[in-house]
C-alpha cells in the first residue's frame, strides 16, 4: 500500500506529497518511469514497471525510438500504461552522474514530464527519485532539485490540468534524504 508521508500546496495550488511505497501500483493518471535514451527497461523501477504493466510496454518504447531516436533529457517519451493502474508511462531520462551539467539535466526532466502529462491532460501525476538508482545522482541533491523543478513549472505554466504530484520513493534510504530536504 502506497502512504503519504507528507503533503503541502503549492502557492499554485497543486498537492505536492511525499509518498512511500511502489510506483507500480499507484492509481494516478500517469507515472513517471526513469528510463535511459534508448528506452531498454531493464533495471531498476523501469524493470519493476515492465514486469507488472506488461511486455507491451517495451514494443510501445522501441517504436517510439525507432521513430524519434534517443530520448532526450528536457522531452520525455510516454506510452500506455498496459495492465498497470496508470494510464500513462512519462519516459523520463535523467542524468548519469559524472556525465556533467546534471543538476540542469535532473531539472529538464522534472519539468518535461509534468509539461507531457500536462499535454496528456493528467490530474495526477507520481514520479520516482529519478537518477537516485543506477545513475548515481547524489540523493540530498536530487531531492532539492526535484522540488524546486517542480515549484517553479507551476509558476511559469500558463494553465496546468495537474492538481496533485505525488514523489513516490520506495526504500528508506531514499526517503530519508528527501524528507531531511522536504524541511
Ligand atoms: N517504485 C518506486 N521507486 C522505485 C521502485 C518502485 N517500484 N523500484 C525502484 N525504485 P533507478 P535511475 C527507486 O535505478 O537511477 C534502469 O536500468 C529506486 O530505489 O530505477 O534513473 C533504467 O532503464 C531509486 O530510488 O533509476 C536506466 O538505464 C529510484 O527508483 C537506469 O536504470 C530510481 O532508481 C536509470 O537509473
Same mark, same amino acid.
Given at each position: 500500500m502506497n502512504t503519504i508521508l507528507i503533503?503541502?500546496?503549492l502557492l499554485t495550488g497543486q498537492s505536492l506529497q511525499i509518498v512511500q511505497g511502489?510506483?507500480?501500483?499507484? &492509481?494516478?493518471?500517469?507515472?513517471?518511469n526513469a528510463a535511459n535514451e534508448y528506452l531498454q527497461h531493464g533495471g531498476g523501477v523501469a524493470w519493476a514497471i515492465l514486469r507488472r504493466g506488461g511486455d507491451v510496454i517495451q514494443e510501445e518504447s522501441d517504436k517510439w525510438v525507432k521513430k524519434h531516436g534517443p530520448v532526450l533529457h528536457a522531452q520525455p517519451a510516454w506510452t500506455s500504461g498496459g495492465d498497470l493502474p496508470a494510464k500513462y508511462i512519462i519516459h523520463a531520462v535523467g542524468p548519469v552522474w559524472g556525465d556533467g551539467d546534471e543538476d540542469a539535466k535532473l531539472a529538464d526532466a522534472v519539468t518535461g514530464s509534468l509539461r507531457v502529462a500536462d499535454e496528456l491532460?493528467? &490530474?495526477?501525476?507520481?514520479?520516482?527519485?529519478?537518477?537516485?538508482?543506477?545513475?548515481?545522482?547524489?540523493?540530498e541533491r536530487a531531492a532539492g532539485i526535484i522540488f524546486s523543478s517542480i515549484e517553479k513549472?507551476?509558476? &511559469?505554466?500558463?494553465t496546468s490540468t495537474l492538481k496533485t504530484v505525488r514523489i513516490l520513493l520506495f526504500d528508506d534510504a531514499t526517503i530519508q534524504p528527501f524528507l531531511k530536504v522536504w524541511g
Amino acid at each position: 500500500m502506497n502512504t503519504i508521508l507528507i503533503q503541502r500546496t503549492l502557492l499554485t495550488g497543486q498537492s505536492l506529497q511525499i509518498v512511500q511505497g511502489d510506483i507500480t501500483v499507484d &492509481e494516478v493518471d500517469a507515472i513517471v518511469n526513469a528510463a535511459n535514451e534508448y528506452l531498454q527497461h531493464g533495471g531498476g523501477v523501469a524493470w519493476a514497471i515492465l514486469r507488472r504493466g506488461g511486455d507491451v510496454i517495451q514494443e510501445e518504447s522501441d517504436k517510439w525510438v525507432k521513430k524519434h531516436g534517443p530520448v532526450l533529457h528536457a522531452q520525455p517519451a510516454w506510452t500506455s500504461g498496459g495492465d498497470l493502474p496508470a494510464k500513462y508511462i512519462i519516459h523520463a531520462v535523467g542524468p548519469v552522474w559524472g556525465d556533467g551539467d546534471e543538476d540542469a539535466k535532473l531539472a529538464d526532466a522534472v519539468t518535461g514530464s509534468l509539461r507531457v502529462a500536462d499535454e496528456l491532460k493528467c &490530474e495526477s501525476i507520481s514520479m520516482p527519485a529519478i537518477s537516485t538508482g543506477i545513475f548515481g545522482f547524489p540523493k540530498e541533491r536530487a531531492a532539492g532539485i526535484i522540488f524546486s523543478s517542480i515549484e517553479k513549472y507551476f509558476s &511559469e505554466a500558463q494553465t496546468s490540468t495537474l492538481k496533485t504530484v505525488r514523489i513516490l520513493l520506495f526504500d528508506d534510504a531514499t526517503i530519508q534524504p528527501f524528507l531531511k530536504v522536504w524541511g
